[in-house]
């Protein structure tokens, strides 16, 4: 947990990582960046550590599952790490029980097929949210990128740039969520960094 200067608590990293959406952000004058996401999960192999653990049988992957909420600048909003047997359905009611940053602006969420059934309406009478499933055309052969589909698939490939997030090295899935949290608040930082490093060359060079 962490207090911010008003007293009150959000979960760790997540309060951080609010604050800095706003130096990330690219463009004005867009639609709010928290009204939207897009969640998923992605299987990954644990190591010889002793851990909780569960096979996949879709991924073929035994491991943890990393169910992710991200915003339209594809920057985490809430994570959970389960075992791999969880079932995408079942994690995504885990994450949505413990996100409540974001959850009065959030109104719409991007999903895959895998998340279709009972659980749109489950969300929708408990949490107001709109998932819309994004599905792949039957038509189309090959790769194909899916609208808004693609946000959540490149915040899962920013973080597999980090070498702890390869594979789950740790012990508890606490630490992994943590590990996630700290991996995007570095990336996040970066971002600020470089604006930070621009402006001061532009001021310079008018300043000559």
Known sequence: MVISSSGKRTARGIGFTKLCVPSCASKKGSISIEAAGSLDSQSVKTTAVPSSRGFDAGK?????KRHILVDT??????????????????????????????????RKIWVVGGYRGQVLE???????????VVLRS???????????RWIVERTFAWLSNHRRLSKDYERFTKTSETMIQLAMIRL??????????KLVHSVASRSK
Not at 122 to 132: A, I, N
Not at 138 to 148: I, M
């Open 188 to 197: 996040m930082l970066r971002r600020v960094i470089r604006k930070q490093i």
């Open 73 to 106: 600048l594809g920057l985490v909003m809430s994570v959970i790490v389960t075992t791999a047997c969880v079932q995408d359905r079942d994690g995504l009611k885990k994450l949505l029980r413990s996100f409540g940053v974001h959850r009065k602006k959030l």
């Open 60 to 64: 073929k992957i035994m491991g943890r």
């Open 122 to 132: 489950w969300v929708k009478s408990r949490f107001r949210y709109c998932l819309e």
């Open 138 to 148: 039957d038509d189309v052969k090959g790769f194909v990128v899916l609208p808004k």
